[in-house]
Structure formats: C-alpha cells, structure tokens
C-alpha cells in the first residue's frame, strides 16, 4: 500500500508541478532571477516531499500551489512594478565603460578580474580593449558592447539595402504533414506530393524534414536509409 501511495503522490506532484510551470512561464537557466532560482528550488524540494510524504501529503500539496501562486503573483507585480522588479528582480550592474573598469561595480556583482575575463572570452572577447560597455544582466549574465571600430561590419555600414528573409516553414516533419504550417503557407497536400514526385519521392513518408521559405522555395530531406 506504501508503495501505491508513493506512485499516486508522484503522480500528483507531476502534474502539480507542471501546472504551476505553465503558470510561471518558461525561462530557461540562464534567464532565471535570483528569486526564480530559490523559488524553483524550493518548489522542487516540496514536491519530493510531496510524493514521499505519506501521513499528511496534503500539507506538502498545500505549500506546493501556495509557493507557486505566490511566484505567480510577484511575476505579476514585477511586470506592473518598477518597484517590484527592483526589488525582486534586481538592477543591472555596470562594469566597464568607456574603456574604464568600474571596482565598485565588480564589488557589487561579487565578482573577480579572473570571472570577468573569462566571461569575456566566453563572449569572442580576448582582447578587453575591444570592449566599450560591460554590463552585468539581472540574470547573472554579462552583455558586451564592443567598440565601433571592433565591431563586425553591417550592410548598412556598406550601404546596403538586402531582402528581408523570414522564418520557413515545416511542411513535413519525421514522414508527417504539418496541416497547420501548410494551411499558413498557402499550400495544399496535392501541391506538395506533385513537388515530391518531381524529386523522385512517392511518399510523405520517406521525407524525414520539408521546409517552405519565403520564396517557395520548396527543401527536401530524405529519410535516412540505413534507418
């Protein structure tokens, strides 16, 4: 019975869990705040107490939607609120302008020349003196802005004027008609299998990706053989 118990709890927070995933919003780690982090934490821990728990798995349910609706909540009020956002979310920390390394503000973030360079290089910057701006993010991240003459040069330095592309579209995925990107992309299943004909394909089946651009400009790629 114990064991009943323990799959059933399991079961429960699961879905507890994902409720309240959808509800907070997908982030990923990297975009996560300080106070996201310890709430994930701390909601992750209830729901394996939830799903051991079996005297009173109430209670640990209870504290499970209470931390979840009051993450809710604040990501609310951090979205309405300057205030809010300060205070949960924190500011922004400058760390190098203009060529100057600001003390106070690595004092601030916590962090060493030894992080900050090696965040740099992480970014495509070995060389600091390309650096015009060092910003550190909310979320623990460092924006560069790197100077204008080190910068990579844009077709608008060139005078320019290139064709703004668009997002393709995936008409068939794993052997499978994407009716939706179709019915978006102005086109029908007869049109695509006589495309497919003319590429030797009888069958949507052995298409493992077809995308649309643009264009019309129909990309095919062939199931795996071997597979």
């Not at 604040?74 to 400058?94: D, W, Y």
């Not at 579209?169 to 019915?183: S, T």
């Amino acid at each position: 019975m114990d064991i009943l118990k323990i799959l059933l709890t399991t079961v429960i927070s699961i879905f507890i869990l994902f409720a309240l995933t959808k509800l907070m919003g997908n982030k990923q780690l990297s975009q996560l705040s300080l106070f996201d982090y310890v709430v994930g934490i701390t909601i992750g821990s209830i729901a394996a107490e939830l799903a051991t728990e079996l005297d009173t798995p109430i209670n640990s349910g209870t504290a499970l939607i209470a931390y979840g609706l009051i993450a809710v909540l604040i990501s609310f009020l951090t979205n309405k609120s300057i205030v809010c956002r300060r205070i949960f979310a924190g500011r922004p920390i400058l760390l190098m302008d203009a060529g100057k390394l600001f003390k106070k503000g690595f004092k601030k973030a916590r962090l060493d020349l030894h992080e900050f360079l090696a965040m740099a290089r992480v970014s495509g910057y070995y060389n600091i003196n390309t650096v015009e701006t060092a910003i550190m993010e909310t979320n623990g991240n460092i924006s560069f802005l790197p100077k204008s003459v080190s910068r990579p040069v844009t077709t608008q330095d060139m005078a320019m004027n290139p064709t703004q592309e668009h997002m393709q579209r995936n008409l068939i995925m794993d052997g499978r008609l994407m009716e939706e990107n179709m019915k978006a992309a102005g086109v029908t299943a007869r049109w695509l299998c006589t495309q497919l004909k003319g590429l030797g394909i009888r069958s949507f089946r052995q298409v493992f990706l077809a995308t649309l651009d643009y264009n019309n400009l129909l990309t095919v790629y062939r199931m795996d053989a071997s597979e």
